[in-house]
């Protein structure tokens, strides 16, 4: 019969994936005792290729497509993702099928201990930063003009040792990943969320699944979160109205109070020198339509033209 055969989550290898993919295994079986779960991992693009900076190779889906044709292929059945991972446009026949609850969506900066007393905005000039997210990087260059950034890649565990080793002075790194890893205890610094705003679905799992397949699809429910869902739509339809294609400089703020949910956002020219800004608030039933509005808020205030630009430059 259907219903007693194994439920086959699909995962990438990193330790981060695999943390992931456990816990919301974990969560299903206990909510759905008569079904087995399993975890089938696979390696993505995104994970064979190291040496490159990720704005170069920045394609949509570095870290889902294999994923995704397991899913096709009927391989897995659903797969876990880090939600920011997730492009916004998803292939024909696949769909967002649920949206866990976020843990703190914001950026963290950990130090090398030599500077265990300095934050941002106390480590002395010309200190070597590592990032290899264009859209930490502009805003940080912005507030923070006299550091400098340099690309880091690798796992989180490869990145803190080049830290350790002296490679660079700070690191940054979302604050959901460390607490995930257990390594919470390493940030030193939580970056003000005006400051560094954060990547769109940064700090929320995202479960995609086939869009024809009810009996996976309703298995979500005791994990799906509603609030977190409504934000992380506004972030996606935002992206997906704004995006060029490429790992582009955009940072998003939620929030929702009583039934309002707002909206902030951001998109950032490379160097720092231009940020432009915007707002927009509505119902929490409304969210993809504010991400929309938003979007378009932010074209007529000179964004187009720096997307543009980036994308030309990458292209
Ligand atoms: C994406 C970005 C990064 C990841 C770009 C961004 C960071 C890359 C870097 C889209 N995916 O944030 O502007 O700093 O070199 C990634 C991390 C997590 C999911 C690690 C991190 C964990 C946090 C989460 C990599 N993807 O951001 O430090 O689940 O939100």
């Known amino acids: 019969m259907l219903t007693t ?22 969560e299903l079986q ?36 294999e994923l995704e ?15 920011k991972d997730l492009p916004t446009n998803l292939p024909e026949g696949l769909m967002l099928g649920a949206v866990t609850e976020r843990e703190d969506p914001a950026d963290a900066m950990v130090v090398h201990p030599k500077y265990q007393d300095l934050k941002l905005e106390t480590l002395p000039a010309g200190a ?11 805003q940080l260059r912005h507030h923070y003009p006299h550091l400098t ?14 830290l350790d080793e002296g490679e660079y002075d700070a690191i940054i790194l979302a604050v959901a990943g460390l607490q995930r890893l257990g390594m919470g205890d390493r940030i030193h610094q939580i970056i003000d969320p005006d400051i560094s705003l ?4 940064q700090g929320a799992l995202g479960i995609e699944c086939r869009a024809d397949d009810a009996e996976i699809l309703a298995l979500f429910a005791p994990i799906s979160h509603y609030p977190t869902t409504q934000r992380c739509l506004a972030e996606r339809a ?35 020198q231009t940020l432009v800004r915007g707002e927009v608030q509505g119902s929490v039933t409304q969210s993809e339509e504010i991400g929309t509005e938003l979007a378009n808020q932010l074209k007529g205030k000179g964004a187009q033209a720096i997307l543009d630009a980036i994308v030309a430059e990458f292209r």
């Open 5 to 26: 055969r194994t439920v086959r989550i699909g995962s990438r290898k990193s330790q981060l994936a695999l943390v992931q993919s456990h816990w919301v295994q974990a």
């Open 30 to 65: 206990k909510a759905h005792s008569d079904r087995t779960f399993e975890v089938k991992t696979m390696s993505t693009q995104g994970d064979k290729i190291l040496d490159v900076p990720l704005a170069k190779i920045g394609d949509k889906g570095l870290f889902t497509k």
């Open 69 to 83: 044709v397991a899913m096709l292929a009927n391989e897995v059945d659903f797969a876990v993702h880090s939600l």
């Open 128 to 138: 070597v930063v590592g990032t290899s997210s264009l859209r930490r990087l502009a």
């Open 149 to 162: 950034f340099k690309d880091i890649r690798g796992n989180l565990n490869t990145r803190l040792q080049k």
């Open 198 to 201: 954060h990547a769109v679905g």
């Open 238 to 272: 935002f992206l997906r109205e704004l995006e060029g294609g490429c790992q582009v400089p955009i940072g998003v703020n939620t929030a929702i109070e009583g039934d309002r949910l707002t909206l902030k956002g951001i998109v950032a020219t490379l160097d720092g």
